[in-house]
């Protein structure tokens, strides 16, 4: 059964500070890496994303952390804002199939 | 969205009723998906279709069937709904195998 773990389940934080969401695999067959970003109402939207031979990547306030070895990969929001309160999920693809973790409630307060 | 319709967006039925649910998309993706959101869970995948014609069963696929006899439209099928199929439904499209996944509104879905 694949699997992607993710914590914590709820996160909240002030504006201006540091959003954290942790993911753990365990099939080494995942190749791709993509954080998707949901509002009330919507569809998840691509976030940003990352393959395993790269260690970061960074898209203005985002940042991907990915540890190969660990089987372990975060996702890091720098100067959390208020609009950026969402539920955050980690995903994990094969050839053909999307895994998701179960997904990490963020608030931003003002 | 990506040119992803679903319809319907909400639907309320009753338990044993059929129920359909269609996918269109506009973007010409090969990949097309369904999945299911429920609190606690993520996003489970149902099944999904890799061309026309072509499907195969994702992690939660007991009591869904679905049917891809064109590029755009893909549709998923509970042949008897019941209340433990009360859920958010999502399609999905990608472009290829091993890249990104496309999302659609939703179609919130009750079971009486």
């Known amino acids: 059964q694949q699997q992607v773990k993710q914590s914590p389940q709820s996160l909240i934080v002030q504006k201006g500070g540091i959003s954290i969401i942790n993911c753990a695999y365990e099939n080494t067959a995942f190749d791709y890496f993509p954080w998707y970003q949901q509002f009330p109402g919507k569809g998840p939207a691509l976030l940003i994303a990352?393959?395993?031979?790269?260690s970061e990547k960074k898209e203005g306030r985002f940042t991907i952390s990915f540890n190969k070895s660990a089987k372990q990969f975060s996702l890091h929001i720098m100067d959390s804002q208020p609009g950026d309160s969402a539920t955050y999920f980690c995903?994990?693809?094969?050839?053909?199939?999307?895994?998701f973790g179960s997904g990490t409630q963020l608030t931003v307060l003002p | 969205d990506a040119g992803i319709t679903q319809s319907p967006r909400h639907k309320v039925t009753e338990t044993g009723t059929p129920v359909t649910l269609r996918c269109h998309q506009t973007?010409?993706?090969?990949?097309m998906y369904w999945y299911r959101q429920d609190p606690g869970h993520g996003l489970r995948l149902i099944h999904y279709?890799?061309?026309?014609?072509?499907?195969d069963k994702g992690e939660v696929s007991d009591g869904y069937s679905v049917s891809r006899s064109k590029t755009e439209d893909f549709l998923l099928t509970l042949e008897s709904a019941t209340s433990s199929q009360t859920s958010v439904y999502f399609c999905?499209?990608?472009?290829?195998?091993?890249?990104?996944?496309?999302f659609g509104q939703g179609t919130r879905l009750t079971v009486v």
């Open positions: 279709s890799y061309g026309v014609k072509d499907t």
């Open positions: 990352i393959r395993p031979d790269v």
């Open positions: 973007e010409n993706h090969r990949y």
């Open positions: 995903a994990a693809l094969t050839s053909r199939q999307l895994t």
């Open positions: 999905a499209i990608g472009r290829q195998a091993g890249t990104e996944a496309f």
